[in-house]
């Protein structure tokens, strides 16, 4: 299957010329896993996005497929059992993006109530979401957690509750769930943003799913590596663009907004500072959870979250950001402080979730809900990374409803994402050519973060930032896209310039 440049065009034409039964807009998880299940069900599926897919959240998150423990304290029991749901069915569709890995909750006190009642609470947790025996959690003593956990602080300390959690390499999951969905007759295209919605005239559809189409919606598209407009007619739009879907509702009339943003960073340091092997949970001086989590040759310490104005692809990453994260290793690991120059990467990103006044960002619930607007717009906002498969599902029920079609019995949970892979891995130093070649032919990569960023997580986890790389990925890039030496040498700056904003905070 390609997905290349010429594929992106040839879908387009296709979408312009003949319609879709359904255009969804936004090319992160929750797009793509919504594109995946309408094709899978026999729909005719357009999927468009602003700029690279997983360019914005869905390559930011702290990479973590979480079980949802820290939500049963909010009372959100039914997304507790979800998350549970949608980590095992993870772990059985697509094994090599959800690598099983201890977390260990160390508990500091003056007695052992605050370990008794983790204790409590965890297993509540897994007697709620039956998890199987082998699965569930273990209590590790004082000294035990000492000699587990490498330099950990052991004043008041009380022991550690340990039990399950899945690391992922979040971009992928997004890229291999969309090539699934082309696999299964969708159309993606990225860098072709939506900038017109326009309600039309009932017509017959594409496929006979929805021929009883109540009304529809075009869409107006832009080509932005080739300048062109288009119009792309379809019998429902869904609105998934995370960050930007008040952007998109309010091309379809909305006049309010009803998302809030809040920021989350993360910050990367070699393992061999913290030489731990289990993910750690650790407390900030205002009380909330963080987590170290160790891969491979390096650790990424997270994350913030704090109200954030505006929907962009990479927030600021301010020095209070950092010493916020740095003080609490600091504090939990202070045998050997880690300094910021000891940072080798960073990155930020916003989570797109529901307005609830007066509630600070660490109470916002994470659930999701469908928004109609008058236009007949969908809209999903809020979630999270572990459930979009089952926020996919509940978006294309409504969907094919609103077709007036019977919908299909939903299979993404039960048919594999792809075959034969490898487990991730997300710190690739060196590229090959071959390597690089298969993302721009295969992966639809056009641009030099598109392969550095996304597609090989070098600028987050290579310790020169995907630098060594640079010259040969943008050389590969410009005898494919036909770039002049003035485009190839403004990629190239343009990467350097990303990697120095995400570490500028070193300046301030």
Known sequence: MSFSIDTRISDLDAMEAEGVDLMVVGGGITGAGIARDAAMRGLSVGLVERGDFASGTSSRSSKLIHGGLR???????KLVLEANRERKCLTEIAPHLAL???LAFPVHGRTSAGLMKLRAGLWAFEKMAKVPADDRHEVWDRDESVARIPGLLDQRLQGAAVY????TDDARLTLETLKSAKRHGARVVNRAPAV???????SLTVSAQSQSRSS???VGLHDDLSGRSLEVHAGVVVNAAGPWVDSVRRLGGATSDRMQLTKGIHLVVARDRLPVDDIVVMRAQDGRILFVVPFEDIC???TTDTFYPQAVERPEITREDVDYLLEATNRTWPGQPIDPAEVRGAWA??????RQEGKNPSEISRKDEILIEPSGLLSIAGGKLTTYRQMAERV????????GGVSQECTTGQESLVEGEEPISMVRTHLSDAEIDFAIEEESASSVADILERRARANFFAADNGLGALENVASALSRRMGWTDEQTDQEIRLYRSRIREDLAWREE
């Open 71 to 77: 939500y049963l304290e909010q009372g959100e029991v």
């Open 164 to 167: 399950s959690e899945y690391i």
């Open 349 to 354: 990103g916003v989570r797109p979730m529901l």
């Open 216 to 218: 529809g919606l075009c």
């Open 300 to 302: 990424w310490i997270g």
């Open 100 to 102: 099983h890995a201890r």
């Open 196 to 202: 017109a919605l326009r309600e039309i005239e009932p």
């Open 396 to 403: 294309v029920d409504a969907v094919v409803e609103r077709l």
